[in-house]
């Protein structure tokens, strides 16, 4: 046994490893499409009898436990994210969790046209060599050179043709093939440990079974280990289903559907290629014999419907592949279920009937033949028992639905959700992965207002901070007091600036967003940039383009050469500039500016040039918040905004502009997350794009993980920031349009839109599509982890009215600070960095003095 291919008891097989594709979300094009590549694929098998095995594997807890705990971060704080992931795996403890993977074992014992030419003369020249050890006593499994060299060309003959087909085909390794041999005596009891595949002689691979007792009994086997474990296994073999299933229509996915239950099935499944002219005259026999049936029940005067069913399928079928000159296939599927005690087992035999009797197949645990039929799972097992063999069209099998992939999120990471296609699977997510080079860097999370983006947004933030990542958050609604609150008590640092004019005059201010050290012509042009684009905005475009972009070009010129480099100045020189004849649009321009300027929120832009401290991102949360912001309705034309709202969408661009400077001074040795709230105010502006797509390359580059929260799926269109979005996850929304931009956002069909505009949002608060870095789609519902007390899920909670019961210390905020020390309202400054307590933990880490008493 090696990658790609094994050799049994003298019988080669090639064995691939079928990718899983999205099923949950897809159009009826893209199912079909799947299907008639896996029926490709089983049609261009050759001669012989195939085994697929679907097998579900069971996410091991202990082991995602102590992978997940490794993501911190250097210089976190000890213990808080392990008690976290600890937290986590309690809540998921005794959840039945598992993923799916197939494999395909194909026979190619008597395929000639996949070997070389020599094929026939290495085949019997083995079986000669064979019979004469066997005759001496010598027996030896190895196979020889020649063997070997003739089983991978025909390996990567069929690796090329099957990739056409399936584009992801790939080979199994021999540690998988290991593993599934493993596997079989482990049915009911857990799962093997994935031992590193090392071929220390050939024929060693099946003592792993050696170890267990196999009892054949009525309708199941037992296993016991020599650990002195005891399972129990089912196989019930499809003994009826209808010639026809259709596919996609009818729910006939008949290979998918047990994923509903709640708990794992494995499928085997021997797959015989059948050609045309067999199979036009074996369905001439059932046909023949089903009509023969019909005639004695009609003469008996019994109507027999199922038999009159069997003649048309098998009619239909008939005339079909005449008609394409296709193949049939005639495959034995068994159904394996385990359980750890019998009764246990005949609950879940039960289940799977009955869910199978819905859907018109029968599948039945035959009583006696159980231990034939565990033999014939195993791995390139050869087919004993054919009774109960399916005479079908490959889309039956194509079409089934056994390639439909339920997994979705990251491999490793803290839990985020679930993902509710058929049955709850955990969504896993690691916070921090853009900057350990998983790929794109930005998280997109939309929905409507009150749809769980911020409770969502918020909890992936908490979760950052437990790793020891430092956190900016952008709140411009002032939400996030119950976050602060949690993160405090916990132990961690907090910082909260709110911006307003009287405690930081001009800290938006471009001159000082731009690298305010320096003053040469590169950096300048970049703050004429910035400022001129928010002043457009600001006094409107009509007077812009009439004058007033040359009026305030030149107004900055001069005051640059004066050396003042505020805004303050520029609006100064305006004011000079009025009354002058080559001036004539200075006076309108400086009665709006100076209109703007004199509203509370304004100052923060139009600075004096004093220096004021500076902001930087150290452990823990860094809150911005504003004061004073107008926020106009999400979807609201921005023709119809007012002054104050334009002036809120001016700011908020600094702010971005202001993040990107804290980002990227940052360096790269401490992991960062950007959370940014209410986005939407900046993408309909091309210079607000272009600040969303600067944020969203940080990425890996400055070890930076983007969260972009807005009400409005087309903020996010612009292919910029498309092209970075690793993660998409979209809750519910509150129109048709914004639920088409949704769909286009996830990259699926618009017409799926009424899973989100529908969605209640009283009940379905937190639920929505997500599409991960793989491209995986599927439903998801946020869990905030109901298994913990109140504080934790109410800290996340934004609703208006319930934030303010919550008691929020605010730390010292940011002041100008002049060269005598006094800040802008005449006052002493205060420190930024003057420890504040809770408790008895210090937020910034520093020791508490003896003589300060602790606050609450």
């Keep these: 046994m090696a990658d790609g291919y094994s050799l049994f008891d003298g019988r080669p097989s090639l064995w691939f490893q079928l990718p899983m594709r999205r099923y949950d979300l897809s159009t009826q094009e ?85 070997l070389a030419a ?60 290991r593993w599934l041999i493993a596997r079989q005596s482990y049915l009911g009891q857990g799962q093997p440990e994935a031992v590193p595949y090392r071929r220390s002689f050939w024929g060693a691979e099946l003592e792993v079974l050696a170890d267990a007792e196999i009892e054949n009994g009525r309708g199941r086997v037992r296993l016991t280990r020599p650990e002195g474990t005891t399972s129990y296994v089912a196989l019930l073999p499809v003994i009826r289903m209808p010639e026809i299933m259709h596919y996609p229509a009818g729910g006939h996915e008949w290979l998918l559907a047990y994923d509903s239950l709640n708990f794992p099935v494995d499928v085997d499944c021997h797959v015989e290629v059948i050609g045309t002219k067999k199979a036009v005259k074996a369905l001439s026999r059932t ?132 993902n509710y296609s058929l049955r709850p699977q955990p969504v896993f997510l690691d916070v921090l992965g853009a900057g350990r080079s998983r790929g794109t860097s930005v998280t997109a999370i939309v929905g409507q207002s009150g749809s769980g983006k911020s409770n969502l947004a918020y909890y992936l933030c908490y979760q950052a901070l437990c790793m020891g990542a430092a956190c900016l958050l952008i709140d411009p609604k002032r939400e996030s007091n119950g976050l602060q609150f949690l993160v405090r008590e916990v132990g961690l640092p907090v910082r909260v600036v709110r911006f307003d004019a009287s405690r930081h005059p001009g800290v938006l201010d471009p001159h000082r967003l731009i690298d305010p050290e320096r003053k040469d012509p590169h950096s300048l042009n970049k703050v004429r940039d910035l400022a001129s684009n928010q002043v457009q905005q600001l006094v409107g475009h009509h007077l812009w383009e009439q004058g007033g972009a040359e009026e305030f070009y030149q107004a900055m010129s001069a005051a640059h050469r004066e050396g003042q480099y505020d805004m303050a100045a520029v609006l100064e020189q305006i004011r000079g500039f009025i009354g002058q004849p080559d001036h004539p649009f200075a006076r309108n321009m400086y009665v709006r500016l100076t209109e703007i300027s004199r509203s509370a929120a304004a100052g923060i832009f139009f600075g004096d040039g004093r220096p004021l401290e500076e902001l930087d991102l150290s452990e823990g949360l860094t809150v911005v918040q504003f004061s004073g912001l107008d926020m106009p309705q999400p979807g609201t034309p921005r ?84 092209n970075q979005i690793g993660i998409t996850i979209c809750l519910r929304m509150g129109s048709e349009g914004s639920g088409r931009d949704a769909m286009r956002l996830l990259g699926l069909s618009e017409e799926h839109h009424e899973l989100l505009t529908g969605l209640d949002e009283n009940t379905d608060k937190g639920k929505g599509i997500m599409k991960d870095r793989q491209g995986r789609i599927g439903h998801f519902a946020c869990d905030l982890m109901g298994a913990m007390d109140r504080t934790f899920l109410d800290a996340f909670d934004t609703t208006a009215g319930r934030q303010t019961n919550l008691e929020v210390e605010e730390l010292p905020e940011l002041h100008a600070t002049g060269a005598d020390g006094v800040d802008g309202n005449g006052h002493a400054a205060e420190i930024a960095e003057e420890p504040r307590w809770l408790g008895s933990t210090p937020l910034f880490g520093s020791e508490r003095p003896p003589e300060q008493e602790p606050r609450s």
């Design 118 to 177: 020599s094929k026939r003369w290495w085949a019997a020249h083995s079986r000669a060599k064979r019979r004469a050890e066997r005759l001496l006593g010598a027996s030896n499994p190895r196979p020889s050179r020649f063997e070997i060299r003739e089983l991978e060309q025909a390996l990567r003959s069929a690796l090329a043709l099957y990739e056409e087909l399936v584009p992801g085909i790939a080979l199994a390794t021999a540690a998988q093939l």
């Design 639 to 722: 023709s119809e905004w007012t002054t104050s709202q334009v002036l809120s969408s001016v700011l908020l661009q600094g702010v971005a502009q202001l993040s990107i400077g804290l980002l990227e001074a940052g360096g790269h040795a401490r992991p960062k997350a950007f959370f940014g709230d209410e986005l939407w105010m900046l993408s309909d502006i091309p210079q607000g794009r272009t600040l969303i797509s600067q944020l969203a390359r940080l990425g890996s580059s400055k070890n930076v993980s983007v969260y972009l929260i807005s009400q409005n799926p087309s903020d996010l269109q612009d292919e910029r920031i498309r």
């Design 30 to 114: 893209q199912l079909v499409s799947q299907a008639r590549a896996y029926s490709l694929l089983f049609d261009r098998l050759p001669e012989g009898t195939h085994q697929l095995k679907v097998v579900a594997t069971p996410i091991d807890l202990p082991q995602w436990e102590d992978e997940a705990k490794t993501l911190k971060v250097a210089g976190a704080r000890d213990g808080l994210w392990d008690e976290f992931v600890e937290l986590q795996a309690a809540y998921l403890f005794g959840s039945q969790i598992y993923s799916r993977e197939a494999f395909l074992g194909v026979d190619i014992a008597n395929e000639d046209s996949l």
């Design 287 to 418: 046909i023949q014999v089903a009509r023969s049936q019909n005639e004695d029940a009609q003469a008996s005067g019994d109507l027999d419907i199922s038999t009159a069913r069997t003649i048309a399928g098998a009619s239909e079928v008939q005339a079909q592949i005449q008609r394409d000159h296709a193949p049939l296939v005639r495959f034995h599927a068994r159904f394996v279920v385990a359980a750890s005690s019998e009764e246990e087992l005949k609950i879940r035999v039960n289940s799977l009937r009955g869910l199978y009797t819905n859907l018109g197949l029968e599948a039945r645990a035959v009583w006696n033949r159980q231990k034939v039929l565990f033999e014939e799972a195993m791995l390139a097992a050869a087919l004993k028992q054919r009774t109960w063999g399916q005479l079908a069209p490959s889309i039956t099998l194509g079409g089934s639905g056994f390639f439909a992939d339920t997994d979705l999120g990251d491999d490793v990471g803290a839990f985020a959700g679930w």
